[in-house]
Nanobody, 125 residues
Framework: QLRLVESGGGLVQPGGSLRLSCAAS????????IGWFRQAPGKEREGVSC????????NYAESVKGRFTASRDNAKNTVYLQMDSLKAEDTAIYYC??????????????????WGQGTQVTVSS
């Protein structure tokens, strides 16, 4: 059974950084693209990034380009989201999700079939 667990969320001041982790169990991550999504209070869930199974392709939402970086360590079966220059509007629950590598690496949540439980990120002074 595919299982994803996010960690690394927390409270950070504007301009600060956090690194989220998405650890997989029950399957090998190297056969899946991994997407990061977030949902702020009262808003719909939105795609943040997608990193392909080989790390050869990365896709980012315009709102996070230049500030967020997705990476993966397939040997550790873990994907990361480095978030720098955080803003208050980045406050949300962040989720990772898996998509089979034969599909395009997109930011559409409907394409992803396995989800983690989420980790809270709060950006506030």
């Amino acid at each position: 059974q595919l299982r994803l667990v996010e960690s690394g969320g927390g409270l950070v001041q504007p301009g600060g950084s956090l690194r989220l982790s998405c650890a997989a169990s029950g399957f090998s991550l190297n056969t899946y693209h991994i997407g990061w999504f977030r949902q702020a209070p009262g808003k719909e869930r939105e795609g943040v990034s997608c990193i392909s199974s080989s790390s050869g392709f990365r896709n980012y939402a315009e709102s996070v380009k230049g500030r967020f970086t997705a990476s993966r360590d397939n040997a550790k079966n873990t994907v990361y989201l480095q978030m720098d220059s955080l803003k208050a509007e980045d406050t949300a629950i962040y989720y990772c999700a898996a998509l089979g590598r034969l599909r395009p690496c997109v930011l559409s949540e409907t394409a992803f079939h396995s989800w983690g439980q989420g980790t809270q990120v709060t950006v506030s002074s």
